[in-house]
Every structure is written in structure tokens, then in C-alpha cells.
């Protein structure tokens, strides 16, 4: 009686590898120091969509914008030189992430108030999400970055995909256009 029961379980094991974790809700998952290694290095924005009208206004001025993420692991912080051009002119900013382990979540302090993104990994692509109020329908926002600017359509469409789940509509999206 085990055996075809086992059997049954284990063929259907090939439909949970299936599954596509990019198309799930983001969840929180717990940043770990293997986390944090991997998101050292630069990235590139490649874009989003914010119902928060003071975000999205920002991501429409954006021409191009890469970083350098720089951890350390024993103060939970994120040291990002960040090289934007916006409107035409040259940007650079340095500021300090606060790592939040436990919820998968960053944060930093600007204008007097801390702002919060939940983190999402897409290891197989080499790319990451950030989540902005996902529980708030006029401030959600979800960010899309990557190691290099060209991306694949396949890795396209998973940023979309994860948009909709998340409330987000394509239409709402803007894209840095790195061939300019």
C-alpha cells in the first residue's frame, strides 16, 4: 500500500519544479549572508512602476542609472554609489542601505523618513526586484535591476509577469532605454 502511494507522490514531484517562483507573490525571505554576497558588485536599472506619484515622477526623469553594491556583512548595511543621469545631467550619489534579515526587506533614510522595498532574487537570471508597499494599492511599486542592461525577453517577461501578480499593470511600467 506505501509503495503506490510513494509512487503517486513521487511523480508528482516534476510539477513542483514546474513551478515558476518569479510568478509568485514576493515573500518574505530572509537575506542571508550568501544573499548578500551575491548583490555585491554593480547592477543596472532597468526599470519599474510606482503608483506613489513622488516615485513614479522620479523614474521619469531617469536616462540611465547603474550602482555598485558594496555589503558589510556585520553591520547589515549596503553601501551604494549610485551614477545617474537624469534630465541630461550627471548624478552621483552615495548612500547607506539598513538590511532588515529577518522580513527579506532594505531600507534607507531620505527626506526624513525611512523607506522600505522587499528584496526578490532571480538567481538563474542574475537580476533582482525591489517591492515597494505591496499592501497599499495607491503607493505599490516594484523595481527591476540586472547585472548588464541588455536583458532577455524571457527575463522581460518575468518582470512583467511578477508586476501583475503584485496589482501592476504592463502599461505602468517604464524602461531605461540603454541604447541611447
Known sequence: MALPQMLIILSLLPLLEAQNPAHA?????????????WLSGKWFFIG?????????????????DFFHFAPNLTEDTILVREYQTIEDRCVYNSTLL???????T???FESGREHFA??????????????????DEKN???????????????????????????????????YIDWKK
Open 25 to 37: 507573490n514576493i515573500t518574505e525571505i530572509p537575506i542571508t549572508n550568501a544573499t548578500l554576497d
Open 140 to 174: 505599490r511599486g516594484l523595481s527591476f535591476y540586472a547585472d548588464k542592461p541588455d536583458v532577455t525577453p524571457e527575463l522581460l517577461k518575468v518582470y512583467q509577469e511578477t508586476a501583475k501578480s503584485v496589482g501592476i499593470d504592463e502599461s505602468e511600467i517604464t
Open 48 to 64: 519599474s512602476a510606482h503608483h506613489n506619484p513622488e516615485y513614479k515622477q522620479a523614474v521619469l526623469k531617469i536616462q540611465a
Open 118 to 135: 522587499k528584496l526578490k532574487l532571480l538567481r538563474k537570471y542574475r537580476a533582482f526586484m525591489l517591492a515597494f508597499a505591496l499592501e
Open 106 to 108: 532594505l531600507s534607507k
Open 98 to 104: 539598513q538590511v532588515q534579515r529577518e522580513n527579506g
